[in-house]
């Protein structure tokens, strides 16, 4: 989809910029530019976000930072899965046990003060993990209240996530996102093309005193607010970003007033990853109405002064904006034959997984790892009764806690939808009132959503997996209809995201909704006998993924060819009836979430 | 902010540090967001309104908006070393630290808003046996969480849609019962724990559960500003105050001022205002009108109205000051269907203009 998109509609552009592209060369002199950048102020720029895979070009990126760093700047690096604990501060059970005496100890982010925290696969936290890290970044300070202690440390610190995650689906969380001001995406850049940067630490530290007294003339302030707007970011953070990083670039360029040129650096670095490419007309859909509210925005009506600043602005965003599309679409390309080949996914899981949980006495449960704190804490009252004489703490059985991990397998639904024009016709308002149906099913439950569409040629991932009713009922309201039936593309991809799903631990429902007649190939022909074949194909392989699957046949009347796909699965397979079709389908999955 | 206690808390740690020396922005220099500045404020004036939940889009300044709200709230007398912050005016009779004292030193001290961080354990926001003392002196002593230190204050949790299911049900237990009850490692203790509890969070990150929203007292619907001159101000704003905060703050401390004054006026006054059978049928009338479940709606929206009337001079509260607050007391405890797409907000305007205008 995206590949088509970006590919078709900006032909001319996109022969200007091929051979930049092809060398990578741009986007290695932009990585260059966001690391100066976000060394001159990195807590206030909030982070970098680093896109691309374990490699010698991001050691290199980030080996260029830390040569940059002042002497008395912390680079903390935080690896994967590090507990709550270390990264946040708390008791230290070494030190304690040592002197004697409680004895806290500061944090990963709290030691990262001053300076910049890294923090490595930063596409497989959970919001609820990346929280903790977006509420230091937000108010400079750690603050916990766990397991006895509590503490404020100091924590004014610049965040590199990097970022390995594949495709658009896999990414950092949200609310950290928001708070970071950069980001750059390094998959595509050659090692022999990363240089070091120009910039060495005293001009660095030069950059950071003139940034302090910048001065941002007015227009040029209302011009980097406006054009925000224009580019549809709600968010206010990022044209506090970009005033910042405007400041920063005129700072590192030598200028004591930040200049539009500067302005327009600043406005390619910060909004050109947050907006979606720019459109020809023919495609350029019209922008979807504001939802609500309407009524009572009465200072909406006003139109954005536009002027030739803004203009020049906009222009710097769009052309940014242009050259990630270019990069993330040769991206999928390749992403798409590597998942056509077969590729299985890790699917091993640890022991110990799991979020901790609160510890709970022993009681002859050998296996539990023993957490040390509140078992202290249990014995602690009766040492004296016990006669402590040697100064040795007395244990009894009884005191013992384990650590617990709470595991409850999440089930995430995976609704596989077929939008094309036969299903369209027939059932798609059939489907959709079962969807909703099974909606509020999950709501209770709180399952996680996700949502994948195929028509056309292509199956899309409208929603990845979520909670939130707000973006399911969003997507589900937008679906598009009409086309061919790509069902062998569909299948593939909600494969792809049931094997992600369990490698996070969660256990995938797929539930399919189609008349199982598909007819476009992996390989986008309409050849019937080859999309049959890959049809077949794609739906055996989604049967040995391992993942429960639910299949409706949306067709009039109940068909063979259906069923046998169905069987080819290993799905349950069931009619859509007519009418009532939504209870029918609220039934059948909740009995088979039920039974596990 | 808090400095009293978290020394009380921290100077036991070694490497503990000093807090944040950057002055909180200022709460009348925020731009915009007035419905969440107003929700904030009548709670400010009268605590029984029961909370505010803030939900919306991210960037808005809901957090600014609630760590500013702290210098706003005016001083109290408290009985000095009482970690449950009591009134030496009405001593609470079972607070374990007053009830044992023969006489009480008053001093006064700074309202306290308390923040809840993500990841908080159960020990630290109720109160657990004091591990160090337990240890090396075997002595079974209490050692208060944050609702003690939260009482008589505001209690502020961020992205409340992310915290613990079991920790939610803790908070809004105590909330609303207003005692914190402990009974655990062999200690059985009880304290006061009155305050406002006010959460934000954005539903982007999963919605709420039903019952928790009706438990927040008014519910306000942060949205991002789209007005392009607000827009400018707010990042102007925060361009001088990051460029000097101090010089920044100084400069607001009048208005802060004022505002303070304001609020501990309309408390001073808050039941003296008089609310007319009129009124009273009319927020009724409303309150069937929408079918909002129980009476904890009509209750918010009048002690609400109430508060605005106080906060306004007025000596009774009107039909307009009514109408002001309908919307964040009732939107959230409309029978919500989950697929029912129509807003909240519109349905209560729509009962509103009906029971007003007809």
Known sequence: MIAERSAGAFEARRAA??????????????????????????????????????????????????????????????????????????????RSLRTGALTAERGLLSEADGGIA?????????????????????????????????????????????????????????????????????TDIPPRLAMAFEAGPHDIAAAKLAYSKAIVPDAILEAIVHVAARAQIGSLRAPLFCL???????????????????????????????????????????????????????????????????????????????????????RVESQRRAHAEGRYGAKSRGGGKGRPDRPRPARGRRTHRIDLLSTLRAAAPWQKLRGRGDGRLKLRASDLNVKRHRHRAESSVIFVVDASGSAALNRLADVKGAIEMLLSECYARRDLVSLIAFRDETSETLL??????????????????????????GLSQARGLAESEMGRGRTPLIVILSDGRGNVALNRSTDREIARGDTDKAARRLGASGASILFFDTSRRPSPGAKALSDAMGAAYAPLPPSHASQAVAGAVRNTIGRR | MLGGFCVFMVCRFESAQPGVTVPPYPFSAIVGQDDLKRALILCAIDASIGGVLAFGDRGTGKTTAIRALAALLPPQNVV???????????????????????????????????????GATEDRVLGALDLERALVKGEMRFEPGLLASANRGFLYVDEVNLLDDHLVDVLLDVAASGRNTVEREGLSI???ARFVLVGSGNPEEGDLRPQLLDRFGVFVDVRTPVNPKERVQIVRR?????????????????????????????????????????VLE????????????????????????????????????????????????????????????????ARVDRAVSAVFDA
């Not at chain 1, 939130?468 to 009409?482: D, I, K, N, Q």
């Open chain 2, 190 to 192: 009880a304290h006061a």
């Open chain 2, 80 to 118: 000095e070393g009482c970690p449950y912050r009591c009134d030496p005016a009405a001593i609470d009779p079972t607070c374990p630290h007053c009830s044992i004292l023969k006489s009480h030193k008053s001093t006064t001290r700074q309202a306290p808003v308390v923040t809840l961080p993500l």
């Open chain 2, 282 to 345: 009319t927020a009724a009338e409303l309150c069937i009108t929408l079918g909002s479940d129980g009476l904890r709606g009509e209750l918010t929206l009048q002690r609400a109205a109430r508060a605005l009337a106080a906060f306004e001079g007025e000596t009774t509260v009107t039909h307009e000051h009514l109408r002001a607050v309908a919307r964040p007391s009732l939107a959230h405890r409309l029978r919500k269907d989950p697929l029912d797409d129509s807003d909240a907000s």
């Open chain 1, 17 to 94: 910029l091929d051979r930049a592209y092809a060398n990578g060369l741009i986007f290695w002199e932009r990585a260059e530019l966001v690391g100066a950048v976000f060394l001159v102020d990195p807590a206030g720029l909030g982070g970098v976000h680093v896109r691309g895979p374990v490699g010698p070009v991001r050691d290199f990126w980030l080996a260029q930072v830390q040569r940059l760093l002042a002497a008395d700047q912390p680079f903390v690096s935080i690896p994967a899965g590090t507990p709550e604990d270390r990264l946040l501060g708390g008791i230290s059970l070494e």
């Open chain 1, 244 to 330: 910042r990083a405007s400041k920063a670039i005129a700072a590192l360029e030598g200028h004591s007033e930040v200049t539009e040129s500067d302005a327009r650096s600043a406005c390619a670095l910060v909004y050109g990853p947050l907006v979606a490419p720019p459109q020809t007309e023919e495609e350029a859909a019209p922008p979807p109405p504001p939802e609500q509210h309407e009524a009572d925005r009465p200072d909406q009506a006003e139109p954005l002064p536009e002027g030739v600043l803004e203009e020049q602005l906009i222009q710097a965003v769009q052309n940014a904006a242009l050259l990630g599309a270019l990069q993330t679409a040769a």
């Open chain 1, 464 to 489: 990845s997996p979520t909670r939130s009713l707000t973006r399911v009922r969003r997507a589900l309201a937008g679906l598009p209809a009409g086309g061919t039936t790509p069902l062998a593309d």
């Open chain 2, 238 to 278: 925060r361009d001088a105050y990051e460029r000097a905060p101090k010089t920044f703050c100084a400069d607001w401390k009048n208005k802060d001022r004022k505002l303070q004054k304001q609020i501990m006026e309309a408390r001073a006054r808050l039941n003296e205002i008089e609310t007319s059978d009129a």
């Open chain 1, 118 to 186: 890294c923090v490595r696969m930063a596409e497989r936290l959970e919001s609820s993990d990346a929280a903790p890290i977006a509420s230091a970044l937000e108010c400079g300070e750690v603050h916990i209240e766990r397991a006895g202690t509590s503490r404020r440390d100091r924590a004014g610190f610049g965040l590199i996530a990097l970022d390995e995650g594949e495709g658009p689906d896999e990414t950092v969380p949200a609310n950290l996102m928001e708070r970071m001001g950069l980001s750059i995406d390094l």
